[in-house]
């Protein structure tokens, strides 16, 4: 109980400006005391105003009052001191350079517990308890300690700014809804506070179901890696037990199949697990925005919540999340009678078919092919880099540097003997082949260009009319000039209608069959598609024609 006592003393004579004990202390007409050079300096601030008023209550004074030292309370303080206090304790701490500072503390100020809107000022623990006793001053909208309270006050008018200008989207004084803004749509900035809290509750409502589809699409996503994973090591162990029927004539095919199974598996779940890393980043992103607009949801100010919100608010946008759709298969159970069909038709298999088991590995395509692209922009984003096979171009066709671009060219071109050569027709295979979903586009110039793809294994000698693009089963061609178009297959026509143009794109999506030409621009013309089911991988092909400087161009797509 001694120890309580000696803290009301300590709070009893210690001075609310510099919160130590009093010096030289004066009793100014409303009662409060203070230490004679706290109060001066105070009063010396408001010299201009010609009003004088205590930091405790807000009573003012006209004139300034006589300061005189108060001798009774002197001696108080002095007994205390003897005591062995010197100073109140002071578990108070001082604003640094990144805290709101107190605006009634003078000398070395302490941090503000909470600012003002009405007063635009801030105030310490001390300071702020006239906010707590005083009726008039318990009206006022108290918030978090901010730095940014003068952008509350109409820098023309030096009012409150307490409204808002839908018209133009600002804070404003009531002056200025009578000024410069009279006649715009204007609410009280609470009113429109109260309209933006619901929008952002919508919008937080949209982000947390956004996170809730995209949380449920990654355990659809883990069940899917663990069914492929299944499904693999069971077609693993299925062929390893027919190939060791055929252990003499399959040994080499054995260890093949098992690579291929395996390689795709890892394509595979790698693509889902791909998915599901980015899917589980968004979730960390989405609830990153939340937080955001959470605490911006809990902003007091009503003027620093509206000043953010246009900001803070574009991260409601693109929330919506299409579920993962899942293709239904049986995975990797097809190897397996695939592997039986060799085992019965050993040599048959080995020389005409086996590509058939390499494409049932490769079509386990767990999740569902992205839509066709619609614009320029969404087919360059599966673009490739292609380039031209110098072994398989035709003795008349030169091409440049990089491999790009043929031009056929009436002098034959020393180039060495290869059996992947064309030896008849003006024609040249890209080196790389073409799996998945690929595109990319032809520039030509001259009479015109067959711009086809083709099978590794079409003849490569033999008249054009049989063995050149498009005239057989093994490639699909469409021949393009300066007046009309014409698709060939298997050495059928098929007439082509279509804006002319000297560059031609080409999606290929080999899972899926598909093989479509189009007409470059923003909006890509579509010039002709074809579905089928593609047995081998498939290789881009250019035919030109029979004239000097007639030029086709793999393009360069960035």
Same mark, same amino acid.
């Given at each position: ?13 210690s001075?609310s400006?510099c919160l ?5 202390p004066v ?12 109060i001066k300096?105070h ?8 009003i ?10 006209t ?6 030292r108060?001798t ?12 062995g ?8 701490c ?6 709101v ?6 000398g ?11 007063c635009v000022?801030s ?24 730095k940014?309270l003068?952008e ?11 409204m808002f200008?839908?018209?133009d989207?600002?804070c ?16 009280s900035?609470?009113a429109e506070r109260?309209?933006k809290q ?6 937080r ?9 995209r ?5 659809l ?14 077609a ?13 004539l ?5 260890s +093949?199949?098992k690579q291929? %199974?395996?390689?795709?598996?890892? $394509?595979e #779940? &790698? ?7 980015? /899917?589980?980043?968004?979730?960390t992103?989405?609830?990153?925005k939340?937080v ?12 620093q ?6 900001s803070?608010s574009?991260?409601s946008?693109?929330t ?6 899942i293709?239904s298969?049986s995975?990797f ?10 085992? +019965?038709?050993?040599q048959? %298999?080995?020389?005409?078919?086996? $590509?058939n #088991? &390499?494409l ?6 767990? /999740?569902?092919?992205?839509p ?17 096979d110098?072994?398989?171009a ?5 091409l440049?540097?990089?491999?790009r671009?043929a031009t ?8 060495p003997s290869h059996p992947?050569r064309?030896?008849?027709c ?33 003849n490569?000698?033999?008249s054009?009319n ?21 698709f060939w297959?298997?050495?059928?026509e098929?007439p082509?209608?279509g804006p002319?143009?000297s560059r031609?794109?080409?999606?290929l ?18 010039l ?18 029979y004239?000097?400087?007639n ?8």
């Open positions: 109980m001694a120890q309580k006592g000696v803290e009301l003393d300590q709070d009893t004579f001075c400006i130590d004990l009093l010096k030289d009793a100014i007409p409303c009662g409060h005391s203070y230490c004679m050079n706290c300096t009063w010396d601030g408001e010299d201009g105003k010609k004088y008023s205590c930091p405790q209550c807000r009573q003012s004074f004139p300034r009052p006589v300061l005189v108060n009774m309370l002197a001696v108080l303080v002095e007994e205390l001191k003897k005591t206090l010197q100073a109140a304790p002071i578990d108070h001082y604003a640094g350079a990144e805290d500072a107190c605006d009634v503390c003078t070395r100020k302490l941090k503000a517990l909470k600012s003002c809107l009405v000022a105030f310490c623990e001390k300071h702020l308890q006239f906010h707590y006793d005083s009726a008039p001053f318990r009206k006022h909208k108290l918030v978090e300690p901010s940014k003068q509350n006050i109409c820098s023309r008018h030096d009012e409150v700014m307490k200008c839908r018209t989207q600002q404003i004084c009531y002056l200025c809804s009578v000024d410069e803004h009279k006649g715009h749509d204007t609410v900035a609470a109260t309209e619901r929008e952002l509750e919508v919008s409502q949209n982000i947390q179901q956004g996170i809730q589809d949380e449920k699409d990654v355990k996503l883990q069940q899917e890696v663990e069914a492929i994973s299944r499904s693999a090591d069971k693993v162990e299925d062929s390893e037990k027919i190939f060791t029927e055929l252990i003499r399959m040994e080499e095919r054995r +093949d199949v291929q %199974v395996r390689w795709q598996q890892e $394509t #779940v &790698s693509r889902v697990k791909e998915l599901q890393e980015k /899917l589980e980043q968004e979730i992103e989405l609830k990153r939340d955001k607009l959470e605490e911006l949801s809990h902003t007091e100010d009503h003027n919540f509206l000043h953010n919100y246009p803070l574009a991260l946008e693109s919506h999340s299409s579920s993962i759709n293709r298969l995975y159970e097809d190897v397996t009678a695939a592997v039986s069909e060799v085992r +019965d038709k050993l048959d %298999v080995l020389r005409e078919t086996w $590509t #088991v &390499s049932t590995v490769t079509d386990v395509d767990v /999740l569902l092919s992205d066709e692209p619609k614009t320029r922009a969404e087919f360059l984003k599966y673009s490739r880099e292609i380039t031209l110098l072994n398989t035709n003795t008349h066709l030169l440049s540097e990089g491999n671009r056929y060219i009436s002098r034959q071109q020393s180039y992947e064309f030896t008849e003006w024609q040249v295979l890209s080196r790389e082949s073409l799996t998945g979903r690929c595109y990319w586009e032809v520039e030509w110039s001259g009479r015109g260009v067959n711009i086809a793809v083709a099978y590794k294994n079409i490569r000698a033999g054009p049989y063995f050149g693009f498009g005239r057989n089963d093994k490639s699909w061609a469409l021949d393009t000039n300066k007046k009309c178009y014409h297959y298997n050495n059928v098929t082509v209608s002319q143009s031609v794109g080409v999606y999506d080999h899972s899926a069959g598909i093989l479509s030409f189009y007409n470059v621009s923003e909006t890509m013309t579509l002709h598609r074809v579905q089928t089911t593609f047995t081998q991988p498939l290789y881009a092909g250019l035919w030109l024609r004239a000097d400087g030029t086709a161009e793999l393009c360069e797509l960035k």
